[in-house]
């Protein structure tokens, strides 16, 4: 449970909108800590290029009207390289004409040579300015120019100590540090509550969902803070009408199954009753409620055997037996099969095949499908009417009408044909022996094909089904 917990606050809005404040707030302060210590040092380091170099320029005049370069016993001269090297804790060396130390602070390389880069670069009039950060230290030659020649006769090569620079440069990088270390807890506690205050809104959304899933409310829920909770509220409570239609529906199912079922029950209790009440009963009145009874006990079993073809196609698992048929063929027998019921009623039955089609179907499924269209047709027709069936197809549809010159649906009972019961008029339709279970099967099956279904009908003129489905099976 606790990981499971702990995964969720990563993954969670929260934490995201914390990571972001946190990037928000370190890296500027990252940035600025760099620039400000970088910027002191190199102040700081171009600041000691300048003095020394000014010190020593005037050092070496000194220097060069003295004549030091041959002899180095002036006091005045080694006195002050004295107070220059122990203010910036460095080190002179000057060297001659042929390279050699004639003096060094530190007494210990005199005599030597020194022709390094640096002083052969300042031989020739490039002065240099080295900062050695690792070793703390910056190295400059000053050349010593002779005033009439103009020609360098010697080099002076200071190296000063930079270890206050960098021991402030330390100071400034720790002091960053403790800010930036304030600034990342003073980000993550502002982060966690900012973050907290953005994300309510959506609690509350979960909130009232669950109040409502667990039956403490009953409205639509409302939560207009921002404008997607707005929307998410929008589309839950267009879902939570959407679950509410198909509850009525399905208690309006089952109380209609139940009372269905009920009626020839309760006809074959009163017509059982009324024999079992009588005493001598003739053994024609017997036959005569015995046929009522087998006619009450068919219509029971017609009902039974619809709702389970409906239930069969509700399923979504339920698989189609798809195989090619010619649905030519597939017409002419549903039309055969019902020729007689047509002519006990004096209808005239016709169908017209603009041409052949062969389609992928469950031939089962959709032969009830059209036949309860066709036995419609039939029997909500006048004597003497017709029922027409036509078949055509394009390259991917094929497209079955069935027509009748019959009595029509009014119009407010149109949208409602397809609902499972419904008939427009009921003691009619039962007089007929219907269940109103037909069209819904038929509904079904074409749905279940990928196909659509569309009804025209004008009252006491006719009625039309379009269908369309197909040719090809879509899975
Ligand atoms: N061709 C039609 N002409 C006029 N009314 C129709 C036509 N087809 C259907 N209806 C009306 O729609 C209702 C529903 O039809 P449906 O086929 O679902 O049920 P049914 O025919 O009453 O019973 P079942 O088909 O289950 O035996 C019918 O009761 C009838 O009132
Ligand atoms: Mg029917």
Redesign the pocket.
């Known amino acids: 449970m606790r990981v499971k917990l702990r995964k969720s606050f990563f993954k969670s809005l929260r934490f995201r909108i914390m990571i972001i404040l946190f990037i928000i707030g370190i890296i500027p302060c990252l940035i600025v800590k760099n620039v400000i210590v970088s910027s002191y040092e190199n102040r700081a380091v171009s600041l000691r290029y300048y003095n020394v170099r000014n010190q020593c320029d005037i050092l070496g005049n000194q220097l060069m009207k003295e004549n030091y370069l041959e002899n180095q016993d002036s006091e005045v001269i080694n006195g002050e390289m004295a107070i220059l090297t122990s203010v910036y804790n460095g080190r002179i060396l000057i060297i001659n004409r042929n390279g050699k130390i004639v003096k060094d602070t530190y007494d210990i390389d005199e005599g030597k040579y020194a022709l390094s880069k640096e002083v052969i670069e300042c031989f020739d009039g490039i002065p240099a300015n080295n900062y050695d950060r690792k070793n703390s230290y910056i190295e400059q030659t000053i050349a010593l120019t002779d005033k009439e020649t103009g020609q360098a006769d010697g080099v002076m090569l200071v190296s000063t100590s930079t270890g206050e620079i960098a021991d402030s440069v330390d100071m400034l990088e720790t002091r960053g540090n403790l800010l930036m270390a304030a600034v990342c807890i003073l980000v993550i506690v502002l982060g966690y509550v900012i973050s907290g205050i953005l994300v309510k809104p959506f609690s509350k959304v979960s909130k009232a969902i669950e109040e409502l899933t667990d039956g403490y409310l009953n409205e639509e829920i409302s939560i207009s803070d921002y404008t997607e909770t707005e929307l998410i509220c929008n589309v839950f409570n267009k879902m939570l009408g959407r679950m509410k239609t198909l509850d009525d529906s399905r208690q309006e199912f089952v109380s209609n199954v139940s009372h269905e079922l009920k009626t020839p029950m309760t006809s074959i209790k009163v017509l059982a009753d009324s024999l079992n009440g009588q005493e001598n009963v003739p053994v024609e009145l017997y036959k005569e409620f015995m046929e009522d009874i087998v006619v009450e006990i068919d219509r029971e079993n017609?009902?039974i055997t619809?709702l389970l073809a409906l239930v069969k196609m509700d399923k979504k698992a339920s698989n189609l037996n798809i195989e090619k048929v010619s649905i030519n063929d597939l017409l002419e027998s549903i039309l055969k099969r019902l020729k007689p019921i047509a002519d006990k009623k004096g209808v005239e039955l016709v169908l017209e095949s603009y041409r052949p089609v062969v389609a992928e179907i469950d031939e089962v499924k959709l032969s009830l499908a059209l036949s309860?269209?066709v036995?419609?047709?039939i029997?909500?027709?006048v004597e003497d009417g017709w029922v027409h069936v036509t078949l055509n197809a394009d390259h991917k549809y094929f497209y079955v009408t069935?027509a009748?010159s019959?009595?029509?649906?009014p119009e407010e009972?149109i949208d409602?044909?397809?609902?499972?019961?419904?008939?427009?008029?009921?003691s009619?339709?039962r007089e007929?022996?219907?269940?109103?279970?037909?069209?819904?099967?038929?509904r079904n099956a074409i749905v279940m094909h990928r196909g659509a279904i569309k009804?025209r009908?004008e009252e006491h003129k006719?009625?039309t089904?379009s269908v369309r489905i197909p040719l090809n099976y879509i899975a």
Request: charge should be positive; proline fraction near 0%; charged fraction near 25%.
């Open positions: 017609k009902i619809d309860n269209l036995e419609n047709g029997k909500y027709n069935v009748d019959g009595i029509g649906i009972s409602r044909i397809f609902e499972r019961f419904y008939r427009v008029d009921k009619h339709s007929i022996g219907g269940t109103g279970l037909g069209l819904a099967i038929t009804v009908s006719g009625t089904f």
